[in-house]
């Protein structure tokens, strides 16, 4: 039973509404107790004849979007305004007009209902996503591979509110590589799921090179242009080379990157002697790491922690969740939320009060 205090009141099982508007992405969800009443997302195929986001359409589509996908999430929870307890909002990391619009809105909510506005860290709720399935299941320490579009990291996660970056990407993350040399290959964006069925249909039958990092760290610019390279080596030989062999393009890219981050999440954990692994983040709904973090981690008789696929892309189901957690150990900012699109990571929120009865 999840319990918060916000001035004199004690709240049992609070009722949470999440906004997520960090990038392109319009999503409201409704949380009680934990537990998901609703998680409405509205993606914006907008920006895919561009090859990437447009931050000015962004935040005029979040414009757009915010009031209707705030009430549809209401109306799947059957619930309205007054029954809420809290609102939690995504204020970073992300484009600074997008966050801007969903804080606006949360805060707006939160005076005129009274009740306090959490901020939210917007990578830290994809591993906070875990938290939705698995719940009281989950055992610390464990180490939670963190894969979007813009990040890429591996985090030591020690409690609700504990976690701590052990390595992280020096340079483009894998999401961002999935789609920079989707766009080589005449991809629509975002490529990364587009290049995970086609790999799916052909075999790993190209080498390309991985950055030696030391460490725990990530780099993928180097497979970017590699990749760039040998395309365009290829291509003077044979004109239609990419259209020709596309799944099997697809399928050794993948298989590199994937190697890089199952090679580096493993090695991590053994060091630090946790017998535990999770995924998180848009990249978990690869297959393909799917399936050999699974593998790599039941072979070693680990326990692991995988979120369905709603929960891997962006999502304000794991915002509210992480505003739960918070309101849980009294960390509450009532009307002082901000957007900050470089939005630092906080390794511990202090704990004030209990976090759950029983």
């Known amino acids: ?21 960090s990038c392109d992405e319009t999503s409201a969800a409704v949380l009680r107790g934990g537990k998901v009443l609703s998680n409405i997302v509205s993606s914006q195929l907008e920006h895919s004849e561009y090859g990437g986001v447009v931050p000015e359409l962004a935040s005029r589509m979040h414009l757009r979007n915010i009031v209707p996908v ?96 052990v390595g992280q990407t020096l340079d483009d993350a894998a999401g961002e590589a999935f789609d920079k040399i989707g766009k080589l290959l005449g991809l629509p964006y975002p490529a990364g799921p587009r290049i995970d069925a086609l790999a799916r249909e052909g075999s790993v039958r190209y080498t390309f090179p991985k950055a030696k990092v030391p460490g725990w760290d990530f780099s993928f610019s180097g497979l970017k242009t590699a990749v760039l390279y040998f395309l365009r080596q290829q291509r003077e030989r044979e004109h239609n080379f990419i259209q020709k062999n596309i799944n099997d393009i697809c399928a050794s890219v ?69 505003a739960a957690l918070h309101l849980s150990c009294g960390a509450v900012q009532p009307y002082e939320t901000v957007a900050d699109p470089a939005l630092p990571w906080i390794e511990e929120i202090d704990c004030q009060c209990a976090t759950h009865e029983s």
């Not at 059957?78 to 992300?94: K, M």
């Not at 966050?99 to 994809?126: C, F, N």
């Open 70 to 165: 705030v009430q549809r999430a209401l109306e799947e929870a059957e619930l309205g305004f007054e029954d809420l307890d809290a609102v939690g909002v995504t204020c970073g990391p992300g484009l600074i007009g997008a966050l801007m619009v969903g804080v606006s809105y949360a805060r707006a909510v939160g005076l005129a209902m009274d009740i306090p506005v959490v901020p939210v860290h917007h990578m830290q709720a994809h591993v906070h996503a875990l938290w939705i399935e698995y719940g009281d299941r989950l055992k610390f320490p464990f180490l939670c591979l963190t894969v979007s579009g813009g990040h890429t990291q591996l985090v030591c996660v020690e409690g609700p509110l504990k976690m701590r970056i």
């Open 1 to 21: 039973m999840i319990v918060f205090f916000y001035g004199n009141h004690r709240v049992l099982d609070p009722v949470v509404l999440g906004i997520e508007t």
């Open 254 to 322: 993948q298989a590199n990157i994937i190697e890089v981050l199952v090679e580096k999440a493993i090695e991590a954990a053994e060091a630090m002697s946790i017998g535990r692994v999770a995924i998180a983040g848009g990249v978990a709904g690869n297959s393909l790491l799917r399936a050999r973090i699974r593998h790599e981690a039941e072979r070693r008789g680990w326990a692991v922690y995988i979120p369905s696929m709603v929960y891997c892309t962006d999502n304000a189901a794991m915002v509210a969740m992480q």
